[in-house]
């Protein structure tokens, strides 16, 4: 009888098989969209209405296409548990998307759930949402020039991390890699032009475009020479700073678990899951200073 009840709340969950999909509860809505410097992208759907029959394989693309940049999770309003957090919502119809953006970190301790959300009103197709999604990521890199950049490169208390670009404007996979590491380390971009490249060269080797190049607190440079991709850079990036975000950090591993389902009830919340951690690391810091 459970598993029969499990099996069907499944299939009618759109997205439990989709990977850059969460699918929320009242449990977990909170930590997935509010405890994040992330935009998310909030799908409230019923699973018997045709229009989110059609729009389900649109949102699973534009998921897949942007879930390197924003959020992307859905609440099945057809649970009875689902309810309420539609109505606080005040969904009408259905499917309704909703952009969740946080308010702009700036150092300070600023209040919980100062988020700003807006419905998405464009066309139900998976580019143009992509494309409004990729408009709403918040930005932290610094746009820099011939100038500036030498201020930039030099040694400080923070490890910087500077991408030489050909193009004029900043990718929103670079916008998110500075929200995964906000705090840690500061970003900018700097567009390389033929008039101001000899210029640039004085302060950072400008071997090929696009390049990341981090310049640690003692003013070394470390090249990042892998593949173009938020995990791997953040990897890379984690040499040096700390992540507060995204796949390579605690929280990436807490959302990972949320969707495989594995770690369900394991922990109620986000800050469950960062105490068990630390108290792992102390017991793991114990078990070493015993050796
Ligand atoms: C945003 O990032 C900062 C720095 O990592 C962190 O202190 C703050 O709690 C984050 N905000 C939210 C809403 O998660």
């Not at 598993?3 to 439990?16: E, P, Q």
């Not at 011939?146 to 490890?159: C, E, I, S, W, Y």
């Not at 032009?193 to 640039?200: K, L």
């Amino acid at each position: 009888m459970l598993v029969l009840f499990f099996l069907v709340s499944l299939a009618h969950a759109f997205y439990a098989n989709s990977k850059h999909i969460y699918e929320l509860t009242p449990k977990s809505f909170d930590d997935v969209v509010y405890k994040t410097n992330h935009t998310s992208v909030v799908e409230f759907y019923a699973p018997w209405c045709g229009y989110c029959q059609q729009f389900r394989s649109h949102y699973i693309k534009a998921a897949k296409a942007s879930s390197d940049v924003a959020q992307y999770a859905a609440v099945n309003c057809d649970l009875p548990e689902n309810k309420k957090l539609c109505n606080e919502y005040r969904i009408e119809g259905f499917p309704t998307v909703l952009v969740f953006r946080p308010p702009k970190w700036t150092g300070k301790v600023t209040k919980e759930n100062g988020h700003s959300s807006e419905i998405y009103r464009g066309e139900r197709v998976a580019s143009k949402l992509t494309e409004f999604v990729k408009g709403r990521v918040k930005n932290y890199v610094k746009r820099l020039n011939a100038r500036n950049v030498a201020g930039f490169v030099a040694p400080k208390d923070k490890p910087r991390v500077l991408l030489l670009t050909s193009k004029t404007s900043i990718s929103p996979m670079f916008k998110a890699l500075a929200i995964d590491f906000l705090g840690s380390m500061e970003f900018g971009y700097l567009t390389v032009t033929d008039e101001i490249r000899s210029e640039v060269e004085k302060y950072v080797d400008v071997k090929e475009l696009p390049q990341i190049v981090v310049i640690d607190r003692d003013g070394s440079f470390h090249r990042y020479e892998g593949p173009t991709e938020r995990t791997a850079i953040a990897e890379f990036l984690g040499n040096y700073g700390e992540a507060e975000d995204g796949e390579t950090s605690p929280r990436g591993a807490f959302l990972k678990g949320l969707k495989k389902g594995l770690k369900k009830g394991l922990y109620k919340s986000f800050r469950d899951f960062k105490k068990s951690r630390s108290a792992k690391s102390k017991s793991a810091k114990n078990a070493k200073d015993e050796l």
